[in-house]
C-alpha cells in the first residue's frame, strides 16, 4: 500500500524546484541542496514524522516567498531612488 502522504512530498519538491528558479545562489545550488535534504530523508516511514518534515518545507516555501518579495522590493526602491534623483537634479528633461 502506498504512502497516503506521497503525493503532498512529490508536490512539496515540485513547489520548491520551480520556486528554486529564482534563488539567489542559482537554481543549480538550490536544486542539488533540495536533492540532498529530500534523499536524507527518503526512508522515513512515520507518517507523524513525515508530517513534520512537509511542514518544514511548507515553511521554507514561505521563506523563499518572503526572500523573494524583499528582493523585488530592493529593486523597486532602487528604481524609484534613481527617479527621484533624476526629477531632484533635473536629469534628463528638456528644458523650454
Do not use: W
Not at 508536490?11 to 520556486?19: A, I, P, V
Not at 514524522?49 to 521563506?63: A, F, H, P, T, Y
Amino acid at each position: 500500500m502506498a504512502n497516503p502522504l506521497r503525493s503532498e512530498v512529490l508536490k512539496l519538491y515540485r513547489n520548491l524546484l520551480y520556486l528554486g528558479q529564482e534563488y539567489p545562489k542559482g537554481p543549480d545550488y538550490f536544486r542539488e541542496c533540495l536533492k540532498s535534504a529530500f534523499k536524507k530523508n527518503k526512508d522515513v516511514k512515520d507518517p507523524i514524522e513525515i508530517r513534520n518534515l512537509v511542514d518544514q518545507g511548507e515553511s521554507v516555501i514561505k521563506e523563499l516567498g518572503n526572500l523573494y518579495y524583499l528582493r523585488e522590493y530592493r529593486d523597486m526602491k532602487k528604481l524609484y531612488h534613481r527617479q527621484e534623483m533624476f526629477t531632484l537634479l533635473n536629469v534628463g528633461r528638456l528644458e523650454d
